[in-house]
């Protein structure tokens, strides 16, 4: 019996159809590492709201502003070592967009008929040809049946 298809995510699949040698290096040999960056903790930081949120909801939880800014104050606190002292100021510049981005959101989400059925729920799908499966989450499903997928780039 053959071993089961690796699963991989849409950012690794994505990679492979660019450049498969540069997934080869980064995900198989493991020998190009991905440095931290403040997008990805912007993208990370903004989820952590969004996910906190929708579980309290799901528990049938009331959730204060305040108790939201205290997971993001953990959440950057924790990835503060990661930069170095001179990009210090970009690092407090960046967790200050997303704490106003996180304020706004948090406003829209309380005044907002939402109602999360899921969050994070996981997905799969084995393309036809490849030996492989992708997993993706869906950032929330909605009551109605509205899949919420999160984008924090500029693209």
């Not at 071993?3 to 980064?26: A, D, E, G, I, N």
């Amino acid at each position: 019996m053959g071993s089961p298809k690796p699963v991989r995510s849409w950012s690794q699949y994505s990679l492979y159809m660019k450049c498969p040698q540069l997934f080869y290096y980064q995900y198989i040999d493991r020998s190009v590492i991905r440095k931290a960056s403040f997008p990805l903790h912007v993208g990370s930081s903004v989820h952590l709201g969004h996910e906190f949120l929708c579980k309290k909801k799901l528990e049938g939880k009331e959730v204060t502003l305040k108790e939201v800014k205290e997971e993001e104050e953990v959440y950057w606190e924790s990835k503060k070592e990661e930069f170095s002292q001179e990009n210090l100021s970009t690092f407090l510049l960046e967790k200050t967009k997303v704490m106003s981005y996180v304020e706004t959101y948090f406003h829209y989400f309380v005044n907002n008929d939402i109602t999360p059925l899921h969050t994070e729920k996981d997905v799969l799908w084995e393309p036809k040809g490849y030996n492989f499966i992708i997993r993706g989450i869906i950032d929330r499903i909605d009551a109605d049946h509205t899949l919420v997928d999160l984008k924090t780039s500029k693209r």
